[in-house]
């Protein structure tokens, strides 16, 4: 056998230095049980079909058995001069079998082999994500259900606005993470596709039996154009985008974590093993992983950028551009899988500091909506209501109080129609509890979203299929 599988053309041996260069190894090494998961279902096609032996079948299986158990224990050798997976693979078969391995790859290409591998891989990947997904947005139900009696002051720019429930706002995440479990198993059915057979881009000669190795790899369907076969990646880039915003999502929440975990704040306390110390000042608990999620956040972003950019403009079908494809993704699988574990460890432990929280919604005027709606109840249209208000603020302002605080006569300095029934409606908890439109932060509400929810994830749980690892 000549030293690379490709190398019958050529009169000089390849530099060392472009040996180097081209070389995947390094990264695609992970896609082995992919790769063998293909090749297994490839070469038991061609048996199938006659188009090899079944003996040389029989022997390629096992051949493929012992290169898995070799990687697997760490015994097996890599070499840059072998370039990536497919060849290692591929030549060690050789080592073990000489004769039938040089025949399995027949009817196929590294070009669909490489979609076959990755597709097979993200599809566990994206599995593995779902159920860690699941896992979180039950920890936000959770949180939101056992803090149901916890008010806290509602943002618009930063700016205290209204009160909602604590609860409402974990809900809000709640939201997030679900339509990113969404946007996940939507982008799943689009990988669900079986390139094999595609070959190098136009299909091939031999009888292959396309259904068959569809059905052994799990795949939905076979692929309809070997073209768009070999050089479609909008999978990946799909799933890069789904990350991509799943962590705008955690860069959101670690910034709110952050937050509220100063001493300007003091909403609530990260638990010590989740903080970090400074090496110079004593006082120092730094909230590391909060932000460190909220920095992983631009090399998610970057990775997406990075594959859109390799995918720009190539000309059909394969181009060597795409091996460049794999690093990204895998970075940004790691990288999410590691960002939905530490939250989901350090949300149930994060203490929340009621009092604080409560505290905060009496100051800053969060009631002067309920001034404006109390004067509509009693006839004032809303627009003349809110300058009532808005001026009762300027003159609590002056007196340094807040509207709460203000005598009856003071109130109606502002309005002839305001009574002293006003002021239950400037309490927090009335504020909160009145605003009972769906999809509101009335207790009620939430408590019947948290039900929703909690349906919601049972079922997607009873739904979610637990991982093949087994070579067809
Ligand atoms: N290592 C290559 C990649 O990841 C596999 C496909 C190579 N095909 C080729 N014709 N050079 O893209």
Known sequence: MSDKPWDGRFSEKTDTSVEAFTSSIHVDKRLYFHDIKGSAAHCKMLA?????????????????GKVRLEIERGEFHYDDSLEDIHMHIERSLA???????????????????????????????????LRQLLTLRQVFVDLAKKHLDVIMPGYTHLQRAQPILFS?????????????????????????????????????????????????????????????????????????????????????????????????????ELPDSFATGSSIMPQKKNPD??????????????????????????????????????E????????????????????PLILIRKEKMLEATRTGYL????????????????RDAHTCAGKAVNYALG?????????????????????SDLFAFLETHTMVDRRKSFGGTATENVKSAIEVAETQLKSEMAGITVRDLDIP
């Not at 039938?100 to 599995?127: E, F």
């Not at 799943?188 to 595609?198: C, I, M, T, Y």
Request: glycine share 4%.
């Open 48 to 64: 199938k079909e006659s188009i090899i032996p079944e003996a040389d079948a029989d022997d390629i299986l096992q051949g493929l």
């Open 95 to 129: 080592d073990k079998i000489t004769k039938a391995a040089h025949k399995l790859h027949t009817a196929r290409s590294r070009n669909d082999q490489v979609a076959v591998d990755t597709r097979l891989y993200l599809k566990d990947a994206v599995q593995e994500i």
């Open 168 to 268: 409402h706002h974990m809900m809000a995440y709640y939201e997030m993470f679900t339509r990113d479990f969404q946007r996940f198993s939507d982008g799943l059915k689009r990988s669900d596709v079986n390139p094999l057979g595609s070959a190098a881009l136009a299909g091939t000669t031999y009888p292959i039996d396309r259904d068959y190795t569809t059905k052994q790899l799990g795949f939905a369907k076979a692929s309809a154009n070997s073209i768009d076969a070999v050089s479609d990646r909008d999978y990946m880039m799909e799933f890069l985008s789904s990350a991509s915003i799943c962590m705008v999502h955690f860069s959101r929440i670690s910034e709110e974590m952050v937050l509220w975990s100063s001493s300007e704040f003091q909403f609530i």
């Open 289 to 326: 992983v909060p932000e460190l999620v909220r920095g992983k956040t631009g090399r998610v972003f970057g990775n997406m950028i990075a594959l859109f950019t390799i995918m720009k403009s190539l000309p059909l079908a394969y181009n060597r551009d795409m091996q460049e494809d794999k």
């Open 328 to 347: 990204p993704l895998f970075d940004t699988i790691d990288t999410l899988k590691a960002c939905i574990d530490i939250y989901t460890k350090m949300l």
């Open 367 to 382: 009631n002067a909506t309920e001034l404006a709606d109390y004067l509509v109840g009693k006839g004032v249209p809303f």
């Open 399 to 419: 007196k340094g109080k807040e509207l709460q605080d203000l005598e009856l006569e003071e109130m109606k300095l502002f309005s002839k129609r305001i009574e």
